[in-house]
């Protein structure tokens, strides 16, 4: 009999798991306040080497140096946060809801540091640069913080089917895929049309043509934020959030995970 099994039978015979859950989630929590603090640290001080009138579009041309080091700094974030979701629990959507969980609170708690700080976002509607990977994500401050807001709350209700073994189900799984590429649109779109108006697609993430695309880059100025696709894709958030307060509240399907 696998942990998993056991821990099945413990449910069903309406036995509580052992009172670790709580505590995970605790420091689950704790870590991505943490890293919010060295995220919005890290900022503070590039904005103070490229910025010190304030950060404003167009951006300042990095050198490729520079650019590598921000790339590979974001992905160590994201495997940071993914080994904080894999210590605080066991199972695999429990570990997803975790992850999810971790992101959004690491991405409000930035926000927060930032404006506690130096004052920075001046309003909800402030324009920041949100992510690089696969490309530069642009878009107003608001925006991420709803993402953050939905994700925190699909991470609990995520974990509430997977405490009972039960599986979102497949309608579930595809209005959240939806939801992310659609969003990943809305925040890539304006930039990367600007982009190719000058280079092909793998000409981005070419080395050869790198400084060519960065002096490019750093006269892109956002005008126009894509609310209807962002708000198309808030919307398959929300019908998942639905139905899986629903199952959460009626007992679900008795599937496993």
């Known amino acids: 009999m696998t942990a998993d099994d056991a821990a099945r039978l413990l449910v069903m015979n309406g036995v509580k798991e052992k009172p ?22 890290v900022v503070v001080y590039l904005r103070e080497i490229h910025y010190p009138d304030g950060f404003r579009f167009p951006l300042m041309p990095v050198s490729p140096e520079v650019m590598f080091t921000e790339l590979i700094r974001e992905a160590a974030t994201l495997l940071m946060l993914a080994a904080f979701a ?14 999810i969980y971790g992101f959004a609170v690491w991405d409000i708690c930035y926000y927060l540091f930032l404006k506690l700080m130096i004052g920075w976002p001046q309003s909800w509607l402030t324009w920041d640069i949100l992510f690089l990977i696969p490309v530069t994500w642009v878009g107003p401050v608001l925006a991420p913080v709803i993402n953050s807001v939905t994700m925190i709350i699909m991470a609990w209700l995520t974990m509430g089917m997977a405490v009972h073994y039960r599986n ?24 990367t049309r600007f982009m190719l108006q000058e280079f092909r697609l793998a000409e981005l993430f070419s080395a050869t ?7 490019h880059a750093a006269t892109f100025i956002p005008r126009h ?24 509240k009626k007992g679900g399907t008795k599937r496993e995970i």
Not at 26 to 31: N, S
């Open 168 to 191: 979102p189900g497949w309608p579930v799984s595809f209005m959240i895929l939806a939801g992310v590429v659609i969003t990943l649109i809305a925040y890539t779109e304006e930039y």
């Open 225 to 248: 934020f894509r609310w209807d696709l962002f708000l198309l894709g808030e919307a398959f958030f929300v019908s998942a959030l639905v139905i899986l307060y629903r199952r959460n």
């Open 20 to 41: 670790g859950r709580f505590a995970g989630w605790l420091w689950l929590t704790v870590g991505a306040v943490a890293m919010g603090y060295v995220e919005c640290a």
């Open 86 to 99: 894999l210590l605080a629990k066991r199972r695999s959507v429990e570990r997803l809801a975790a992850f």
């Open 209 to 215: 043509r790198y400084r060519e695309a960065s002096e």
